[in-house]
């Protein structure tokens, strides 16, 4: 059974810092990842997705990479800002589903 | 485009009633959509997997008796919470799927009293 994790669970960083969020997955077979973000109260919004076939991701200050044999992934996010203060969701969908396998997420908070 | 709403955003029901949320895929046409359960703090756990014109799969542990789905069309879903208990309260997301992407509702924020 594929299960994500993330690491850290929340995460507090002044404003302009560089961070990393963190996620792994149990089985390597999967057809792409995703990384979201939930605003309190909210939906989901898309970040970034990765396949399989692909190493990283980049759209603006937000950089996601994947190493898909180890089973993990990264989210860098350069100068943060406080309007970033969300959580961050890491899904997969493994490679003969259709299902999206979330892990827990890291509340990040950007301090001013 | 790829727009899903959800309705009603927010809803308080009193115990043992039916709720039902509504699912739609604005501007396309999903053969399957996706609904979700999200406990404070907590990430999205998928209750079940709708297909249209279909039976609704259901992940294991989900009550498929306490929650109705009908995926009557290709742009609307709808689950249906029976016999609500305050153990159903939570934040119920959908999504709809279209070429490979699921595109995710804003969420419905269930409290039973």
């Known amino acids: 059974k594929q299960e994500v994790t993330q690491i850290p669970a929340a995460l507090s960083v002044p404003e302009g810092e560089n961070l990393v969020l963190n996620c792994s997955f149990t089985?390597?077979?999967?057809?792409?990842l995703q990384w979201f973000r939930q605003d309190p109260g909210k939906g989901l919004t898309s970040l970034l997705l990765?396949?399989?076939?692909?190493r990283e991701q980049t759209s603006g200050r937000l950089n996601a990479s994947l190493d898909k044999s180890s089973g993990r992934s990264t989210l860098y996010i350069a100068a943060s800002q406080p309007g970033d203060s969300a959580t961050y969701l890491c899904a997969v969908i493994e490679e003969y589903g259709n299902k999206l396998v979330f892990g827990a997420g890291t509340i990040l908070r950007v301090k001013s | 485009g790829a727009v899903v709403s959800q309705h009603p955003s927010r809803v308080i029901c009193k115990s043992g009633t039916s709720v039902k949320i509504e699912c739609r895929s604005l501007d396309f046409q999903a053969t399957t959509m996706f609904w979700y359960r999200q406990f404070p703090k907590q990430s999205l756990m998928l209750m079940a997997t709708?297909?249209?014109?279909?039976?609704?799969?259901?992940e294991q542990g989900v009550e498929k008796d306490k929650f109705l789905i009908n995926h009557a069309s290709l742009t609307l879903s709808t689950l249906t919470v029976t016999s609500a208990h305050p153990e159903d309260s939570s934040f119920y997301i959908c999504s709809a799927s279209q070429q490979e992407t699921q595109y995710f509702g804003p969420g419905t924020r269930l409290l039973v009293l």
């Open positions: 990765i396949q399989s076939s692909q």
């Open positions: 089985d390597s077979a999967i057809y792409n």
């Open positions: 709708s297909n249209e014109g279909s039976k609704a799969t259901y």
